[in-house]
């Protein structure tokens, strides 16, 4: 499984960024897929992960009621919403998925994409 994310950019704070996560491969309907970011010196920090058939999703705290995550599994794509951006939110940003159940640690994932930047100025 291969996954390409891309939508990052430079962005003031208060506003909006949607990635996206476009995923190779039939496995991916079954995959729960999520977002994890990195902060330059900072461990990799959980976002947000969504089940397979998008019933379950878990938002991190430090995110929750400015990001959601949804997927569209005709498409093979994960979104990640980011609204009322903060400084604090710059980073860079995965696309993770795994085969088995989702959770906010991330070991359990065995699929990584290249990341993308995510850049929120003051």
């Known amino acids: 499984v291969q996954l390409q994310a891309s939508g990052g950019g430079l962005v003031q704070a208060g506003g909006s960024l949607r990635l996206s996560c476009a995923a190779s491969?039939?496995?991916?309907?079954?995959?729960?897929m999520g977002w994890f970011r990195q902060a330059p010196g900072k461990e990799r920090q959980f976002v947000a992960v969504?089940?397979?058939?998008?019933?379950?999703?878990v938002i991190g705290e430090s995110v929750k009621g400015r990001f959601t995550i949804s997927r569209d599994n005709d498409k093979n794509m994960v979104y990640l919403q980011m609204n009322k951006l903060k400084p604090e939110d710059t980073g860079v940003y995965y696309c993770?998925?795994?085969?088995?159940?989702?959770?906010?640690?991330?070991?359990?994932?065995?699929?990584w994409g290249q990341g993308t930047l995510v850049t929120v100025s003051s």
């Open positions: 993770v998925g795994t085969q088995g159940v989702g959770s906010r640690s991330p070991n359990d994932y065995e699929y």
């Open positions: 491969g039939r496995a991916f309907r079954r995959q729960d």
């Open positions: 969504i089940s397979s058939s998008g019933a379950r999703i």
